[in-house]
């Protein structure tokens, strides 16, 4: 449609008139990047929006009133070498556009790889056992 929704109709013969049959996305969690970097969407929680550990809004303003689009800022600097990885549970992945897909490796040794490149901004197992690394630069 003209808001980007996907949607499907269905003709009712009886009514004669369209149907709507299904649509995507369902809700705004449902749309990739709808919180901006650093940030995760969760829909049981109001606003859906929050920031990462770690991080903060740039402008907590525009985050007060709904507007998501002004992203998330670290809330101190880069300390190569320093920082710590928190983990994130069931949520979806970031583009991967510039990420190091390695299938030969496990979780530990995605950690280690990470840890040791100040690029590195998260890393995660590709598959549910553990095995496989995708680094994020």
């Known amino acids: 449609n003209s808001v980007g929704k996907l ?64 992203r998330c800022r670290r809330k101190t600097g880069l300390n190569c070498g320093g920082d710590e990885f928190f983990r994130l549970m069931n949520i979806k992945l970031p583009d991967t556009t510039e990420a190091i897909v390695d299938k030969r490796i496990g979780l530990k040794e995605c950690d280690k790889k990470c840890k040791n490149d100040c690029n590195c901004t998260a890393y995660a197992s590709i598959l549910n056992d553990g095995t496989g690394c995708v680094i994020w630069i």
């Not at 919180?35 to 740039?58: N, R, V, W």
């Open 7 to 70: 949607e499907r109709f269905t003709w009712n013969p009886t009514q004669q008139e369209w149907s709507l049959f299904w649509s995507m996305p369902q809700e705004d969690c449902d749309v990739y990047g709808n919180c901006g970097p650093y940030a995760f969407c969760d829909m049981s929680k109001s606003p859906e929006c929050s920031c990462i550990k770690g991080f903060q809004p740039l402008n907590p303003q525009e985050w007060a009133l709904g507007d998501f689009t002004g």
